[in-house]
């Protein structure tokens, strides 16, 4: 093609996905979903249509064929009994808000469109864009509010959600997920009653360890994967929120996401802006399934720092040896990590400290230098001898956090969040305490200690970045007095100018968000991290049902899967080494044990799963995924896949998760392949005797995705290595026509 023709097919792209903007009607589209609003001058905004993507005559007739024409951002007061995303207190103490419609921008800059639709108060100078972002490549679009006062003195905002979107009253389920420490993402699916649902986070710092700051909203009945009209929505956010459905009256069930405001009310002074988190959101036709894969797709392309590279296999310190750190000791376990095919070290917990030693979870948190008791050679020393074994050196720290008896809390006791004029309570060890980054000079020292750290011990790759404590005895001792109820919020701006600077400094680095395990599982962070530990827990029986629910908003490469003991630390339940590996491997595969602890056959098997695995890792990494059993249907198994983008290759899984003697299980159908592709099928990370019937044979896509394969239920090996939890992994290869 010449450039002329070049040029006219990235001007009908740039055209295709430009909101188009006639009289009144805002279009704003992806390439399968339009949302459609009203913007009239003078009025107020309003949300007309958003479901699979329409053209002009159908917009035009959307007014006819029932739409909902609500209010697209309400401020309080028109009628009080409406369920509103804002409430303001104006500078007079008026408690209403009416904003009308001024204008209408379009930006469309780098692959994506920017709409700002500006609103203002038809009778106060306070000021609301309602901003919706989206990219030629995705189906899911980011909606947030942009709010600034002009008025004399402050305004209190007392609720300010990022967006408030009305569902069509029905048989209408929602999805949420919910759960507690070493128990995160549990499946909560539910039919929208009359009343209020709140799913929502108050710890203040972390924020997806109890549940979720996601929902799916299955439009046609009871959710199922594949089928059926859906909605998912994803508040961006690191700190405290609340997701409600409010079904009060009328014929809508009104979701509101934002910021949590309890607790929280914001003083905005004139000329300042107070900007709301995002709220991801996608429509699909193709039920949770397609919902999934649009969130994986945009994280991947558009969130996810360094979405688009493959993810090393890792080994990490912390269940093979806790807080028992030794140079020798540690040098042993890199080469065993080596050896064991794993391409990255990662040093955790137990390495630091100066005048307090971090032999416990009490002491020395916030003073980042090596303690030489431990490592006399320094981090130097396990850094060169990492890279002699031909591996990477990764390292845990948690810069948002200080410990009582630590150098740092010593030196700076007004830089940790307490009530003023209270005793601190504290958090993990009875001795951690949290770092006030409403405080522009504590966020200078965060950002110094990490560039410290990396700076001075040239080679380190991977940063476990971990936040063990949420807000105990609220308060800043910062923050002025009639600004004590902005700690959430300002704390939350701080923590996000942290990471920026930090990313500016180490734009390369590879950094791991944990929380606790999975407190920091959310998409508002996950622009500065490259993945999250998932849980705490590794047992691989229950995070086949943590690492399902994760899955619908979250894709593989960002998953911290890892191989672990047996019998697990946190159930004390033992599982086979092959069980352990294939649900590993449905992530980014890692491994958490002390290698010289290994049986031979354990050593075999892992040896095996990371060698299989590294040469499958980008279809499970770039992967579609489709979830195809789900353990919560109790039906003894849990299968997924994923299918590489071009439908050339897929990794199928299956694992038995009840076991009960003449159990029958299912036959699972794949799905997502090429219905006429011809598939070889190999089994990976292979223990047993004899081969699957269906080794080596080739199918075409639609007898797999129509019929299935018939998976033995047990593995054909000696009568001492039989265990209950038998597991699959499957290679899935189009042969391709000469
Ligand atoms: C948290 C993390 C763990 C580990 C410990 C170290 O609990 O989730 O993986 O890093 O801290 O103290």
Redesign the pocket.
């Known amino acids: 093609m010449n450039i002329r023709g070049k040029l006219s097919v990235l001007l009908l792209v740039f055209i295709y996905h430009m909101p188009y903007i006639y009289g009144k009607t805002v279009h704003i589209c992806t390439p399968s979903t339009s949302l459609v609003l009203e913007a009239k001058k003078g009025e107020e905004l309003k949300y007309v249509y958003y479901g699979t993507r329409i053209g002009d005559t159908d917009i035009q007739g959307l007014g006819p064929a029932g739409s909902p024409y609500a209010c697209a951002y309400a401020g309080y007061g028109k009628y009080p009994d409406e369920v509103t995303p804002l409430s303001v207190i104006h500078s007079d103490g008026n408690m209403t808000t009416r904003l009308v419609v001024r204008d209408v921008e379009v930006d469309n800059a780098g692959g994506s469109v920017l709409t700002r639709i500006k609103t203002s108060d038809d009778v106060y100078p306070f000021d609301v864009d309602v901003c919706y972002r989206t990219y030629e490549d995705s189906d899911v679009l980011e909606t947030w509010t942009e709010i600034t006062s002009r008025e004399k003195g402050y305004v209190t905002l007392t609720r300010y959600d990022s967006a408030c979107i009305p569902i069509h009253i029905g048989n209408v389920w929602v999805c949420h997920m919910s759960g507690g420490w070493a128990n995160e993402a549990r499946i909560v699916e539910e039919p929208l009653q009359p009343g209020v649902l709140t799913v929502r986070n108050k710890e203040g710092i972390r924020n997806s360890q109890t549940s979720r700051a996601e929902m799916m909203f299955s439009l046609d009945g009871k959710p199922q994967e594949e089928n059926g009209a859906t909605i998912g929505a994803a508040l961006c956010y690191s700190g405290n929120y609340a997701l409600d459905v409010d079904t009060y009256t009328g014929r809508y069930h009104y979701f509101r996401a934002g910021i949590n405001p309890d607790n929280s009310s914001y003083r905005l002074d004139s000329g300042r802006r107070f900007v709301t988190p995002p709220v991801a959101m996608t429509f699909s036709m193709d039920g949770k399934g397609g919902v999934s894969r649009n969130f994986h797709r945009w994280g991947r392309n558009h969130v996810l720092c360094h979405g688009n590279s493959p993810r090393k296999v890792l080994l990490n310190s ?1 269940e093979g040896v806790y807080f028992d750190i030794n140079e020798p000791g540690i040098v042993s376990m890199m080469n065993d990590a080596a050896s064991l095919g794993v391409e990255l070290f990662v040093l ?2 137990g390495w630091f400290g100066g005048k307090y030693q971090r032999s416990d ?1 009490t002491k020395a948190l916030g003073d980042w230098v090596t303690d030489r008791h431990k490592l006399p050679n320094g981090l130097k020393a396990l850094i060169d001898s990492a890279h002699a074994s031909g591996i990477g050196f990764g390292l ?1 720290i948690e810069p948002e956090m200080a410990d009582i008896s630590s150098e740092l809390y010593e030196k700076h006791p007004d830089w940790i969040i307490k009530a003023p004029g209270r005793a601190i309570v504290p958090g993990r060890g009875g001795a951690q305490v949290v770092l006030d980054f409403s405080n522009p000079r504590v966020r200078d020292y965060a950002v110094g200690a990490v560039d410290r750290i990396i700076r001075e011990n040239p080679g380190i790759e991977y940063i ?1 970045w ?1 936040s ?1 404590s949420g807000i105990y005895m609220h308060g800043s001792q910062y923050l002025a007095r009639d600004r004590q109820s902005h700690l959430y919020i300002d704390w939350h701006n701080g923590f996000r100018e942290v990471l920026e600077r930090v990313r500016e400094k180490h734009p390369d680095i590879v950094m791991q968000a ?1 929380g ?2 999975g407190g920091r599982v959310n998409w508002g962070v996950l622009k500065y991290f490259d993945e999250f ?1 998932t849980s ?1 827990n590794t047992d691989a029986l229950q995070r086949v049902y943590m690492q399902w629910g994760t899955s619908h908003f979250y894709p593989a490469i960002a998953m911290g899967a890892h191989i672990s003991a047996s019998p697990n630390h946190q159930t004390c339940r033992s599982m086979p080494i092959k069980y352990r590996a294939d649900v590993a491997m449905s992530g980014r595969l890692g491994i958490e044990l002390q290698p010289d602890k290994m049986t031979e056959e354990e050593y075999a098997v892992c040896r095996n799963a990371v060698k299989d695995y590294r040469d499958v890792r980008e279809v499970i990494q770039f992967g579609d995924l489709y979830r195809l059993k789900s353990p919560y249907d109790r039906q003894g198994i849990a299968s997924l896949m994923y299918v590489s983008p071009g439908k050339d290759e897929a990794v199928f899984f299956w694992y038995r998760t009840e076991v009960f003697a003449g159990q029958i299980l299912p036959v699972v159908r794949m799905a997502g392949l090429e219905a006429d592709g011809m598939y070889t099928v190999t089994e990976l990370n292979r223990i047993d005797d004899t081969a699957l019937p269906f080794e080596g044979k080739s199918y075409s896509g639609s007898f797999l995705m129509n019929n299935g394969l018939d998976i033995p239920y047990r593995h054909d090996v000696e009568a001492s290595r039989k265990n209950e939890l038998s597991s699959r992994v499957l290679h899935l290869k189009k042969i391709h026509a000469k």
């Open positions: 912390w955790d917990d979870d845990w476990k971990d063990n944990c606790g395990g530990w705490d």
